[in-house]
């Protein structure tokens, strides 16, 4: 139980296009998502909290008009990286809380790769 | 000072040797507290997660926690190569949120 997809997995655009990723719970229901970025030899550096439902919360720094965040339903959200540049290159991972369960648990997501030339 | 601190590594220790992992954070009403493996190019998957001070044990994993000192670590027993990779702390500062901040993970190889 506990998994979550992200799709792509991979995936490489020019530069000033849009990039959309999606992330789904599969086997549970998540009112909480989570999205991340990892730069290379780095940790994780939480992006912004996506709730069901109502606008997303966005850490410090993260521009919500270049990353738009929609969790529209229970066991779905997108990040769409919007005009990509070359420094957005990264691994961008989202994670799910279970909406059911009882403890504070992350499941994260496989990670999608984005390379903007 | 870091929120969630960890020595980067590399730390090295031989096959069949107890691997100790360390993380510090700062915010003393932390209320939860997670281990996350990350293998190069992948997700983290979560190993383990403590809540209540002391020892918490899954199969060779050990996690401890002492909140007075504001640590948390995890023991491998009986390492096995396989189980090189980052290890990730992960600390969920106050309940209701569910937000992690993150150590920047140490790096354990496991010596064949």
């Known amino acids: 139980g506990a998994v979550v997809s992200q799709h792509p997995s991979r995936v490489i655009c020019k530069s000033g296009t849009s990039v959309k990723i999606e992330c789904r719970s599969l086997?549970?229901?998540?009112?909480?998502m989570f999205w991340y970025r990892q730069f290379p030899k780095q940790s994780l550096m939480l992006m912004a909290t996506?709730?069901?439902?109502?606008?997303?919360?966005?850490e410090q720094g993260v521009e919500k008009d270049k990353f738009l965040i929609n969790h529209a339903s229970l066991t779905l959200s997108t990040l769409t990286v919007t005009s990509a540049h070359p420094e957005d290159s990264s691994f961008y991972i989202c994670?799910?809380?279970?909406?059911?369960?009882?403890?504070?648990?992350?499941?994260f997501g496989p990670g999608t790769r984005l390379t903007v030339l | 000072q870091k929120e969630v601190e960890q020595n980067s590594g590399p730390l090295s220790v031989p096959e069949g040797a107890i691997a100790s992992l360390n993380c510090t954070y700062s915010?003393?009403?932390?209320?939860?507290f997670f281990w996350y493996r990350q293998y190069s190019g992948k997700s983290p998957e979560l190993i383990m997660f403590?809540?209540?001070?002391g020892d918490k044990e899954d199969g060779r994993f050990t996690a401890q926690l002492n909140k007075a000192s504001q640590y948390v670590s995890l023991l491998i027993r009986d390492s096995q190569p396989s189980d090189s990779a980052t290890y990730l702390c992960?600390?969920?500062?106050?309940?209701?949120?569910?937000?992690?901040?993150f150590g920047t993970g140490t790096r354990l190889k496991v010596l064949a």
């Open positions: 992960a600390v969920n500062k106050s309940s209701g949120t569910y937000k992690y901040i």
């Open positions: 915010d003393r009403g932390s209320q939860s």
């Open positions: 086997d549970f229901q998540a009112t909480t």
């Open positions: 996506s709730n069901e439902g109502s606008k997303a919360t966005y």
């Open positions: 994670s799910a809380r279970d909406r059911g369960g009882w403890g504070d648990e992350q499941f």
């Open positions: 403590i809540y209540s001070n």
